[in-house]
């Protein structure tokens, strides 16, 4: 478990970045100012929970049990929930995907409790 939260951790850090240079160099001109903070939004909390996957793979080495995975899974489901959505609400005419942004919102969240849980039992 400890490899794969590093793996996916890694992963979305270096999609992120890629996403925030491709945001910075190819979108600027593309996108109105509004939608492009909306997608800016989406590529800083990626970032900030491919750290956060980071930490859940070092607690769950450091706290056996089941909350510092739940929390890296949450984190995942979050990033793909909220960040995905961002992306497509600003790339695209469609409005939809705003629905599903909190819903990320909520997996963020709730990893965090679960990283809060995992240390304060260990």
Do not use: K
């Amino acid at each position: 478990m400890t490899r794969l939260f590093v793996l996916l951790g890694a992963a979305s850090g270096l999609i992120g970045v890629a996403a925030g240079a491709f945001g910075a160099h190819a979108l600027r001109d593309r996108l109105s100012a509004q939608m492009l903070a909306v997608y800016e939004t989406g590529v800083r909390y990626q970032l900030i929970h491919a750290l956060a996957l980071l930490a859940a793979a070092w607690a769950a080495e450091r706290w056996p049990g089941s909350a510092a995975p739940a929390a890296g899974w949450l984190f995942l489901t979050g990033t793909l929930l909220f960040s995905g959505s961002l992306y497509a609400l600003s790339l695209s005419s469609l409005r939809w995907p705003g629905a599903i942004t909190p819903l990320g919102g909520l997996g963020f969240l709730a990893g965090w409790a679960c990283l809060f849980w995992a240390a304060l039992r260990g």
